[in-house]
């Protein structure tokens, strides 16, 4: 199973999140989407979590304010190959929590669009 977080979490929904991240099949993956997820963002505030890896373990941090859709889609293609290489197993063990990887964001447009059926 994986987890996209999105958006700033508050200290009202942070047992919620973790009860869900509980409850999900092992294995299970976090993916944290955008600054807000990862950083509380712009909201330094005393109701906004400043992190949702003080919550569940994040194993990808995908950057933007909002991420582009190519930078999703990369962060999903990099969790996919860690799991393949099996590093994420590694990363996870020497972190003590979730692989905590940093992705590039990747710019709007950059990647060429597919195409289905004729026009």
């Keep these: 199973d994986i987890m996209i977080v999105a958006g700033r979490v508050s ?5 919620v999140l973790r009860q869900v991240y509980d409850q ?3 294995p299970k993956w976090v993916i944290s989407m955008g600054v807000c997820a990862s950083s509380g963002g712009m909201f330094n505030n005393y109701a906004i ?4 890896d003080q919550i569940v373990p994040v194993d ?3 950057p ?12 999903i293609e990099t969790l996919h190959q860690l799991i393949e290489d099996g590093e994420i197993m590694k990363r996870r063990a020497s972190t003590g929590a979730g692989a905590q990887v940093h992705i590039q964001e990747i710019p709007a447009g950059s990647i060429t669009p597919v ?3 004729k026009r």
């Design 11 to 15: 200290q009202k929904m942070a047992p």
């Design 24 to 26: 999900m099949m092992e």
């Design 49 to 52: 979590v400043q992190g949702v």
């Design 60 to 62: 990808v941090y995908a």
């Design 64 to 75: 933007g304010c909002p991420p582009t859709p190519e930078t999703l889609i990369h962060a």
């Design 115 to 117: 195409i289905l059926g």
